[in-house]
């Protein structure tokens, strides 16, 4: 009996920050890999390799105009393992962007966004935000042709925010156009008060998500008996990092992170393209009046992730994806809709000529802003409401399907941005590049 209480203090001791991050019992069927996918922990231990890659990146690099390219130079071809060390932290952060956003994909599509998980989401959505914000400060630091002028085309979007946009741009840049000063701005956001942030939000995200009760319980499992968090759980989720660990070195060794020749700000490539996340909202300009591309619409889907949580339901289906059958099949005709209509839309404003062409006189806030807008925001109502009459979908699940039917249209914006627009951005097959 005394041997048994001297092993249990010893584990309790040796597992004492892991049992304060997990409850000491967790349900059986939580455990399901399918459930969560291991994305919440996949995230967190991104955020290590950044960390640790960042810092030791840091010790190697110069923010300024004049020396950040030769330091880069510099560590991939004389410090020993130092273009791996560059590639896993590229790779790495590219993939932290893809994790957050699916575990917040995740998290939304079982139902666990909804009170008392409601503030948990809300602090996702803005730790989703931080991480684009950080692969996008950290973007600019090689100070080569493909990051300099990605950040150029970037930051010029936040001019067409309305009143403020231009002094916003300024500030972020530090100045009228990208030099030292927005060098500067970024190296510093990107190595310090970013990371501060998301590290702080993390472990309150952490504290929120426990204090829930943990991952959300379908009502079907919730009887299901209780086992130890070690080892079942840990177990698991040792086996998630080091797989995910071995996958990032694999990919850092095969392929190597973009490194273009040295920022040029007299010479802009033909097309300027904004980084891969951002190219939806390039793609959106050619199609949408700047203020509603760039603005009206960013914030309406802001407002609505914020406002998810909320809307009132009867519904207790939690934990669920899709929440039921029907669910699953309003969410696969969405994705279908959402890429179809997308692609048409492309196609169709293509071969149309200009509105100032078409439409001569009428505003092009009309005719490229308000029109367009109230007829894709009819165009989805009308079939929501065709998805609920077939399918008799509850609140959740038509909600579900609006994210699938907007992510999937997103998606196809970012493709065709980035592997279909050629020189002026003109619509050309990838193999003419």
């Given at each position: ?61 110069e923010p300024s105009p004049e020396n950040a390219y030769n330091s880069i130079l510099n560590l991939q071809e004389s410090l020993l393992f130092g273009k791996m060390l560059r590639n896993i932290h590229h790779w790495s952060a590219i993939a932290f962007v893809w994790i957050a956003f699916l575990h917040m994909l995740r998290v939304a599509f079982t139902g666990a966004c909804r009170p008392p998980r409601d503030v948990t989401w809300i602090t996702g959505a803005a730790l989703l935000l931080l991480v684009v914000l950080s692969n996008f400060t950290g973007y600019l630091l090689p100070w ?290």
């Open positions: 009996m005394t041997d048994h209480s001297a092993t249990k203090k010893r584990d309790k001791s040796r597992f004492g920050l892991i049992l304060h991050l997990h409850p000491r019992k967790v349900r059986e069927s939580t455990l399901r890999f399918t459930l969560t996918f291991g994305l919440g922990g996949m995230a967190a231990m991104l955020m290590v390799i950044q960390v640790i890659t960042g810092l030791l990146l840091k010790f190697h690099y080569d042709q493909l990051s300099y002028w990605a950040v150029t085309v970037a930051t010029s979007l936040l001019s067409y925010i309305p009143l403020a946009g231009e002094a916003i741009r300024k500030l972020f840049l530090g100045g009228a156009d990208v030099g030292q000063a927005t060098l500067t701005n970024f190296f510093n956001l990107h190595t310090g008060v970013i990371p501060l942030l998301i590290i702080s939000l993390m472990l309150w995200h952490f504290w929120r998500i426990r204090r829930a009760g943990g991952i959300i319980v379908a009502e079907k499992d919730k009887e299901s008996p209780m086992v130890d968090t070690r080892p079942h759980l840990i177990n698991r989720e040792f086996v998630v990092a080091v797989t995910l660990l071995a996958v990032i070195f694999i990919i850092s060794s095969l392929f190597d992170a973009p490194l273009r020749g040295r920022a040029n700000p007299a010479f802009s490539p033909n097309p300027a393209k904004a980084p891969w996340y951002f190219m939806g909202l390039q793609e959106l300009l050619i199609h949408f009046h700047p203020l509603f591309a760039v603005f009206v619409l960013p914030v309406t889907m802001l407002a609505a992730v914020v406002w998810m949580p909320y809307v009132k339901s009867t519904d207790k289906n939690q934990g669920i994806w899709f929440l039921s059958h029907a669910g699953i099949r309003a969410a696969k005709m969405s994705a279908i809709t959402g890429a179809l209509c997308t692609i048409i839309f492309i196609a169709i404003s293509g071969i149309l000529p200009d509105s100032e062409v078409l439409l001569p006189g009428v505003p092009p806030i009309l005719t490229t802003g308000l029109v367009p807008f109230l007829i894709m925001a009819a165009t989805m109502w009308l079939f929501m409401k065709y998805l609920k009459r077939r399918w008799s979908l509850n609140r959740p699940e038509m909600i579900q399907s609006v994210i699938v039917l907007l992510v999937v249209s997103y998606a196809v914006l970012t493709v065709t941005g980035i592997f279909f627009r050629g020189e002026g951005m003109n619509l050309v097959w990838p193999w003419n590049l």
